[in-house]
Structure formats: C-alpha cells, structure tokens
C-alpha cells in the first residue's frame, strides 16, 4: 500500500522560511507527477506548485518567486521551500502523487495526511 507523509510544517514567523518533505512507501514502477496543495480555513484547496518526472515545474501565481518545488526520483520524495512567507500562506499542505504502483495498472492518485503552516508573529 502506498502512503505519502508529509514533514516540516511548522510555525513560522512573516518573511521566514520552511522546507516540506513529502516521502512514499511502499511499491512505485512509476511517478507521473508531484504536487502541493493547500487549504486554508474556509477555503476551497489549491494547487500550490508541481513537478513532472522531467522536472518541470509550475507555480500558482500568489507563490511564483517565493516557493521551489523539488523532487528526487530515486527516494519518490518532493520538496517545497517556501521563502519570504506571508500570513496568508497559512494553511494545511497537502503532497499529491499521480503514479502507478506496477506495470501496465491504471494509473491512480495518492494524497498525504497533510502538514500544517502557521505564519503569524
């Protein structure tokens, strides 16, 4: 069976910085894409940044300059730096995979427990 677990949320103060870990057990024979999502209280989730298995990256406009999505293949583990956070990054972040677990299954999606952001002073 498959898991993502996510690490490294925290509280943080506005201008600081955080790292998130995303790791996977269990089987992979493939992992299309990684992503991150949050979601604030009250609000509805968001894609934050992704990465293909080629390393290409996208961001949502509020992060873009901020945030750096990372991934290595060999340990199925994607990374997020956030800089210069501000308030409203607080969230819960969630890990997404869009993977197959063996050869010729359906490929299928995997979401973390997610991990939260606090920024506040």
């Known amino acids: 069976q498959v898991q993502l677990v996510e690490s490294g949320g925290g509280l943080v103060q506005p201008g600081g910085s955080l790292r998130l870990s995303c790791g996977s057990s269990?089987?992979?024979?493939?992992?299309?894409?990684m992503k991150w999502y949050r979601q604030a209280p009250g609000k509805q989730r968001e894609l934050v940044a992704g990465i293909t298995e080629d390393g290409n990256t996208n961001y949502a406009d509020s992060v873009k300059g901020r945030f750096a999505i990372s991934r290595d293949n060999p340990k199925n583990t994607v990374y997020l730096q956030m800089n210069s956070l501000k308030p409203e990054d607080t969230a819960v972040y969630y890990c997404y995979a869009d993977g197959q677990k063996y050869p010729y299954t359906p490929r299928a999606t995997y979401w973390g427990q997610g991990t939260q952001v606090t920024v506040s002073s």
């Open positions: 269990g089987r992979w024979f493939r992992i299309y894409a």
